[in-house]
């Protein structure tokens, strides 16, 4: 069970009992490769290396804080979830966690589709050369400008929202002389596991028509009705950070449900089902996510199965990773600042981002590890909080940790899987500037994302 929240965000200021926290791992050297991304390693001298490159040398080169990106990892995933589900099926992958030109090309190239959210996500994704029919356009507000801005573009799919957005992109598409293609998110009102403000698919949140009473099946009779739109499936979201199937298998049956209830009363069988990302991936070694083909095949039977009790051919099927494709592949680098002792309770270690690089924490209660990475260490282990240099009591990238008794300042520690939605959330409290996104590969770095500079923050600074 989630806690309780403080105004400010969670509890920050909680003293953990004694015995709440895991104890320490038997060697704080180790490397848990559920954590770290699949080029990470340790040198012989105990320094860590991504894609052959020492992270002192990044560090040097690029400054602290860095979103270090394995290039080969992310596409390793993307080609993982491609094959799992193979030709019959769609894998859209959702920009919010992370999306970049280079991304976007990453994508492109390994045959994955794309998710966006924005007018900015889809200016991005059109920048970087992604086919348009290849891009879903998602979002609960979606203006009328980015609407008018999609169907020009030609995007393969709009998911609509809610009734008044189903008239408006009708009438848009309608004035522009096209047809578009568009899905109708419904919330199914399943309970996903996870945190209440990541969790998507109950009646009482702001996305999707409701399932209950009849509110989806009005929705469809509504698209059905109009011109301007071709009604190509039904889209469903549980939630994110998600590693129980179960939740998955209800959703499918009520949306098969709603398929059946389509056919029945307008002799339609619409040829398409999302059924959204939301897939869990390892924060720290305690998370068990499962691999993209488990998940292709746990969902093509459940959605096979449901449609056989109904007597519907099974339609297309469409899935929108995004954590689990972006989030392993990339850690955060930070050099070490003050160590403060509080006798009796943890060491406290100030790093020089926080917040304004990694919301999460935060935000979501979000757990994650930590490791010292420019050297080994035979020293014991000390109780750690990793903090940020913001004026925030809440301000913790790692709420509870160990780290080696001989940390000192200078030193480079980093934190593993912060992909997905870490630069997506970053921001610039106190004025401190954005970090790069540096992609690794063959010994070979390369900013894709620069760092934030002074004058970036003047020049949007009027006066």
Known sequence: MSRSAHPAGPRYADVLPEGHYSAPPADLNALDPKVWAQTVSRDEGGELTVGGTPVTRLAEEFGTPAYILDETDFRARAQAWRTAFGDDADVFYAGKAFLSRAVVRWLHEEGLNLDVCSGGELATALSAGMPADRIAFHGNNKSVTEIRRAIEAGVGRIVLDSFQEIVRVAH??????????????????????????????????????????????????????????????????????????????????????LLKEIRDEHGVELPEIDLGGGLGIAYTSDDDPREP?????????????????ARLATPRISVEPGRAIVGPTAFTVYEVGTIKPLDGLRTYVSVDGGMSDNIRTALYDAEYSVSLVSRSSDAEPMLCRVVGKHCESGDIVVRDAFLPGDLAPGDLIAVPATGAYCRSMASNYNHVLRPPVVAVADGEARVIVRRETEDDLLRLDVG
């Not at 009705?225 to 199937?245: A, K, V, Y």
């Not at 083909?293 to 009790?309: F, M, N, P, S, Y």
């Open 293 to 309: 083909h488990e998940i292709a095949k746990a969902l093509t039977e459940i959605v096979t199965r449901e449609c056989e009790g």
């Open 172 to 257: 848009i598409a309608q004035s522009l002389g096209r047809r578009q293609r568009v899905q109708i998110r419904v919330t199914v009102g399943v309970e996903a596991h996870t945190h209440e403000f990541i969790a998507t698919a109950h009646e009482d949140q702001k996305f999707g028509i409701p399932l209950a009473g009849g509110q989806a099946a009005e929705a469809v009779r509504r698209a059905l009705q109009l011109d301007g739109l071709e009604l190509i499936g039904i889209h469903s979201h549980i939630g994110s950070q998600i590693f129980d199937m179960s939740g998955f298998e209800v959703a499918a049956h009520r949306v098969v449900g």
